[in-house]
């Protein structure tokens, strides 16, 4: 076994650690908002499992190859959406206290939020009710345009949260 291989076996090892905790934290996901290229990402790692499969001899082309596999079906498992206690995209969690003000853009079909700088996750019409019944259930407040419509009022999302 080279160095390299070595390297390769090191980095698949943490990348499917940080797998691991994200589907961890998607698991918490009680109203999922399905993302549009959630699929793309799957593929990105098939065609690496291919092409080493391809391009490697021996053992390492077929540990490669599998665990690459596996990397590509834990992500295909990843969700986005919305948990008591914050927003998960992709396996990152953002507390609504991170999250600042939420504010959901019927036009677009979008649910912006803080989390290093303005962040979007884009839903489909059907999904809008659902967001807004469990931010309700919840006690998150979404943040309203003001009557000018241009800015956005801003308010604590978990200000009138019940705390247990």
């Not at 998607?26 to 990105?44: A, D, M, N, T, Y």
């Not at 959901?104 to 019944?133: C, P, V, W």
């Not at 604590?156 to 705390?163: E, F, L, R, S, W």
């Amino acid at each position: 076994m080279s160095v390299g291989d070595l390297l390769f076996y090191v980095m698949d090892a943490v990348i499917i650690g940080m797998l691991v905790k994200m589907l961890m934290t998607c698991s918490k996901v009680e109203v999922e908002i399905k993302q549009g290229l959630r699929w793309l990402i799957p593929v990105l790692f098939m065609a690496i499992a291919v092409f080493s499969f391809i391009k490697f001899e021996g053992i390492f082309r077929y540990i490669q190859a599998a665990l690459l596999t596996v990397m590509a079906v834990m992500y295909w498992f990843m969700k986005t959406g919305l948990t008591p206690d914050g927003i998960v995209m992709i396996g990152r969690f953002v507390p609504y206290k991170k999250a600042g003000s939420l504010f959901m853009d019927e036009n677009d079909h979008t649910l912006h939020f803080q989390f290093k700088g303005s962040t979007e996750i884009y839903y489909n019409a059907a999904e809008e009710q659902a967001i807004r019944e469990y931010l309700e259930a919840h006690h998150i407040k979404l943040a309203k345009k003001k009557k000018d419509g241009t800015t956005i009022q801003r308010v604590d999302p978990t200000a009138n949260k019940k705390k247990f």
